[in-house]
Structure formats: structure tokens, C-alpha cells
């Protein structure tokens, strides 16, 4: 009988063993009650700032007007303060030619500014796997270029066919 350490892996480890920069990770669910209420109540004050434009008033009222135009600003910038609460802080942008066969990873700090930006050469890269809808890439050096979580099916075929493209 043989067997084998359970720590054989060819492929390299799976990821939750993998170091997976923090941007890259989804943010942990919140409760999604609270979600709920929140868009509710932004969606609410967007359709109030709007809606109290329905209300007639008076002709010749102008502060009536001059109060109803204050507050639908007010409201509708409640609105918007809302959802904007929802928007994360994105990692680098990560661009995947697989017809020039190169990796872009261009870094910006919070006002949108470019950092960094840096191509990579798929076919002078050590490492490339896709492996549990995780695409990550070492460099010569074994340092982690990118890992970065693929969801849409068509773009992991593109990718499986441009990495299978490059082992053939």
C-alpha cells in the first residue's frame, strides 16, 4: 500500500492557502437587512427630491420655491451620500491582452492618479496558474505580480485558451 502526503500539490497550493493581497478579497457580506434599509432609504430620498416638485404651490411664493429647491438638494445629496457608502476601495487595474499576450497592472492612489504602471511579458513570467476562479502570476524573481479573482466564464475561456496556447 502506498500513500501520499497530503501536501502534494503539482499545481501549487489552493487559495485559501495562497497570499491573496486584502484588495483583491471580497469585503466580508454585511448584514443584508441593513443593505436593504439603506438602498431603500437612499432610493426614498432621491424619489422625495424629486417627487416634491409634484406639490403645487402658491404662484408668486418664492420662498415656498426657494425652500423646495433647498430641500430636494438636500435630499437627493442624502440620496447619493447613501449609495456612494457602498462603493469599495479598488486594488490596481489589471489588463489582460491575449492577443499581444501581456499583463498591465496600472496602480492609482485616491484621486485617480497612475502610481505605477507596469507591463509583464506572459511568456517571460515563471508562473501563471487560473485555479478556483483565482488567476495569479509570479515573475522571474517568484515575487506575486497579480491575483485577481475571474467570475465570467468567457473570460476564464479566454484565459484558459491564451494559457494553454502558451504551454503547447
Known sequence: MTALPDTYMPEGPVRRQQQVPSY??????E????????K???VGCIAAAVGMWLIPVVPGDALMQLAKL???????????????GFR????????????????NVIEHD??????????????QLSEIV???NLLTARDQ???QVIALPVTDPAIENALMAMLARSRA
Open 24 to 29: 483583491y478579497n471580497e469585503a466580508p457580506l
Open 31 to 38: 448584514n443584508p437587512l441593513v443593505t436593504l434599509v439603506l
Open 40 to 42: 431603500a432609504v437612499g
Open 70 to 84: 433647498l430641500l430636494s438638494a438636500c435630499m437627493a445629496a442624502g440620496g447619493v451620500m447613501v449609495f456612494a
Open 88 to 103: 469599495r476601495e479598488a486594488g490596481p487595474e489589471v489588463r489582460i491582452d491575449t492577443r499581444q499576450r501581456r499583463i
Open 110 to 123: 485616491k484621486r485617480g492618479n497612475v502610481l505605477s504602471n507596469i507591463d509583464h511579458d506572459i511568456d
Open 130 to 132: 487560473l485555479r478556483d
Open 141 to 143: 524573481n517568484g515575487r
